[in-house]
């Protein structure tokens, strides 16, 4: 069942969303001022806020900014404010869409319908086709482009990431400086594969406990480099 946070100070409009809304088999949470509905959009896990704009305590152009700063969830603004300047605005800090007051309770429901379940193919999708590597505690998004230690992300430049993907992708396979040259940096090795060395330094800077025992990646003295499993 998804949920729904409602932010909407006139208690009547509130309540009368929420009967619509779970008419429809939705969750609905209602908070009456702009602080205590950033609060709990933040703290909780809804699948949807409804976001009146003129509020007590914050307005929903500050609550909508807030939000989208660490959620993706869908938000729809509410407003009985028909100027284009201020849809802009709210769409432009990041809210799916804008309805105007008086509006039916029906157009809402299809409204919050429709993107709810378009949020849901793009997240199944994303899913789906994001390719993840996890590896004792550490995960590459080689989708996004992301790594995390220990559930913890970590910021990769693109070579240290390109590196640890191959290396991941490879476990227990020795790979000479000359090898990882010509794989990451797509040159022959005459080249400076001093490189190599100081790339594999700052990631284990990284993902390791103590560089000085690496658990990861492994030194080969005389050969190069692997990745343990």
Same mark, same amino acid.
């Given at each position: 069942?998804? $949920?729904?946070?409602?932010?909407?100070?006139?208690?009547?409009?509130? @309540?009368?969303? $929420?009967?619509? +809304? /779970?008419?429809?088999?939705?969750?609905?949470?209602?908070?009456? =001022?702009? @602080?205590?509905?950033?609060?709990?959009? +933040? !703290?909780?896990?809804?699948?949807?806020?409804?976001?009146? +704009?003129?509020?007590?305590?914050? @307005?929903?152009?500050?609550?909508?900014?807030?939000?989208?700063?660490?959620?993706?969830?869908?938000?729809?603004?509410?407003?009985?404010?028909?100027?284009?300047?201020?849809?802009?605005?709210?769409?432009?800090?990041?809210?799916?869409?804008?309805? =105007?007051?008086?509006?039916?309770?029906?157009?809402? #429901?299809?409204?919050?319908?429709?993107?709810?379940?378009?949020? &849901?193919? +793009?997240?199944?999708?994303?899913? !789906?086709?994001?390719?993840?590597?996890?590896?004792?505690?550490?995960?590459?998004? $080689?989708?996004?482009?992301?790594?995390?230690?220990?559930?913890?992300?970590?910021?990769?430049?693109?070579?240290? *990431? @390109?590196?640890?993907?191959?290396?991941?992708?490879?476990?227990?396979? #020795? *790979?000479?400086? /000359? &090898?990882? *040259?010509?794989?990451?940096?797509?040159?022959?090795?005459?080249?400076?594969?001093?490189?190599?060395?100081?790339?594999?330094? $700052?990631?284990?800077?990284?993902?390791?406990?103590?560089?000085?025992?690496? !658990?990861?990646?492994?030194?080969?003295?005389?050969?190069?480099?692997?990745?343990?499993?």
């Amino acid at each position: 069942m998804s $949920k729904v946070l409602i932010i909407e100070d006139e208690v009547a409009i509130a @309540d009368l969303e $929420k009967d619509y +809304l /779970e008419l429809s088999g939705f969750e609905v949470e209602i908070e009456n =001022t702009g @602080d205590a509905g950033l609060s709990r959009a +933040l !703290q909780e896990d809804f699948d949807m806020v409804i976001l009146d +704009l003129m509020l007590p305590g914050m @307005d929903g152009f500050e609550i909508c900014r807030r939000i989208r700063e660490v959620k993706n969830m869908p938000i729809l603004m509410v407003s009985a404010k028909k100027d284009d300047i201020d849809k802009i605005r709210g769409l432009g800090l990041g809210a799916d869409d804008y309805i =105007t007051k008086p509006f039916s309770p029906s157009e809402l #429901v299809a409204r919050v319908k429709a993107h709810l379940a378009r949020y &849901e193919r +793009l997240i199944g999708s994303s899913a !789906q086709e994001n390719e993840l590597i996890e590896i004792r505690g550490i995960k590459i998004d $080689k989708t996004a482009r992301r790594i995390w230690v220990h559930e913890e992300e970590k910021p990769f430049t693109t070579k240290e *990431f @390109d590196l640890l993907t191959f290396l991941a992708e490879n476990p227990n396979r #020795v *790979f000479t400086k /000359e &090898e990882l *040259f010509r794989e990451i940096w797509d040159m022959e090795s005459i080249g400076d594969i001093a490189t190599v060395t100081v790339h594999i330094k $700052k990631i284990r800077e990284k993902i390791e406990i103590n560089t000085a025992k690496p !658990q990861y990646i492994e030194t080969i003295w005389g050969v190069g480099y692997r990745f343990k499993v």
